[in-house]
Nanobody, 123 residues
């Protein structure tokens, strides 16, 4: 059974940093890509960053570029999202998801989802 568990969310002031972790189990990580997505209140879920375990090539969406860094530790089956220079508009529930060879870093391309972790950035 594919399982993904997010951790590391919390409350941080504007300009601060957080590191999210996504620990995976139930599948061979080399065959999959992991994505970070977020959903703010009243908004649709959107992509933040994606990474394929096989080649560790990162992909960033929108405002994540230049502020967020995705990385992986295959030995620990874990993907991280380092978030710096956080802004109030980054406030959302952050989800990690897994997919086998996704075509793009989008919600529709990912089949397996974690429960999410809340990130709140105060101004």
């Amino acid at each position: 059974e594919v399982q993904l568990v997010e951790s590391g969310g919390g409350l941080v002031q504007s300009g601060g940093s957080l590191r999210l972790s996504c620990t995976t189990s139930g599948f061979t990580v080399d065959d999959y890509a992991i994505g970070w997505f977020r959903q703010a209140p009243g908004k649709e879920r959107e992509g933040v960053s994606c990474l394929a375990f096989s080649d560790a090539t990162p992909y960033y969406v929108g405002s994540a570029k230049g502020r967020f860094t995705i990385s992986s530790d295959a030995a620990k089956n874990t993907v991280y999202l380092q978030m710096n220079s956080l802004k109030p508009e980054d406030t959302a529930v952050y989800y990690c998801a897994a997919a086998l060879l996704p075509e793009e870093c989008s919600v529709d391309s990912f089949a397996y989802w974690g429960q999410g972790t809340q990130v709140t950035v105060s101004s």
